[in-house]
T-cell receptor
Framework: DAGVTQSPTHLIKTRGQQVTLRCSPK?????VSWYQQALGQGPQFIFQ???????QRGNFPDRFSGHQFPNYSSELNVNALLLGDSALYLC????????????FGSGTQLSVL | GQNIDQPTEMTATEGAIVQINCTYQ??????LFWYQQHAGEAPTFLSY????GLEEKGRFSSFLSRSKGYSYLLLKELQMKDSASYLC?????????????FGRGTQLTVWP
């Protein structure tokens, strides 16, 4: 049973570029949440997708957008990259509308130069 | 948000017991999670407390006091592999699933 998988594992971009990160949830899960974790900080909630719609959003600008596909996988897009976007981006999956334990992927380490 | 607060760093020796404290804002609070995160890896679930009291799972226990806005994670018989960051996270009553408010994490170093 595969857990949450994310790709790529590492990515280097330059300021102003755009990036797309991908996530496949754990088998049986239908909800995907994205978090940003800066070095030495806890994860910060970006947004959550359920039934192919964004259900809740954290304090992130519109440069951060996402999508969920019919197979429950998800993408996180970041436009006009800033140096401050350098972080570990974590995807977490869960099932239904239950606020129980999230299963996290290993993340994508994004470096913006 | 939950204004989660926890110490930045702690150290302990192998075989010892360590308690990692966490405080949070009680208004709108629903439940309290603890996650373990090794460097470069995904956070892994340790515990979830909704009711007051202590929940024990092997070497790890977690405690919650809703009235005091306080939780702790207790690690017994420490092993070197327990060196990791321990993340305290709260959920809001009004939030949909998946939205957790994390603290900065407590970096625990276990010495031989």
């Amino acid at each position: 049973d595969a857990g949450v998988t994310q790709s790529p594992t590492h990515l280097i971009k330059t300021r102003g570029q755009q990036v797309t990160l991908r996530c496949s949830p754990k088998s049986g899960h239908d909800t995907v949440s994205w978090y940003q974790q800066a070095l030495g900080q806890g994860p910060q909630f970006i947004f959550q997708y359920y039934e192919e719609e964004e259900r809740q959003r954290g304090n992130f600008p519109d440069r951060f957008s996402g999508h969920q596909f019919p197979n429950y996988s998800s993408e996180l897009n970041v436009n006009a990259l800033l140096l401050g976007d350098s972080a570990l981006y974590l995807c977490a999956s869960s099932r239904g509308q239950q606020n129980e334990k999230l299963f996290f992927g290993s993340g994508t380490q994004l470096s913006v130069l | 948000g939950q204004n989660i607060d926890q110490p930045t760093e702690m150290t302990a020796t192998e075989g010892a017991i360590v308690q990692i404290n966490c405080t949070y804002q009680t208004s709108g609070f629903n439940g309290l999670f603890w996650y373990q995160q090794h460097a470069g890896e995904a956070p892994t679930f340790l515990s979830y407390n909704v009711l007051d009291g202590l929940e024990e799972k092997g070497r790890f226990s977690s405690f919650l006091s809703r009235s005091k806005g306080y939780s702790y994670l207790l690690l017994k018989e420490l092993q070197m592999k327990d060196s990791a960051s321990y993340l305290c996270a709260g959920s809001d009553r009004g939030s949909t699933l998946g939205r957790l408010y994390f603290g900065r994490g407590t970096q625990l170093t276990v010495w031989p």
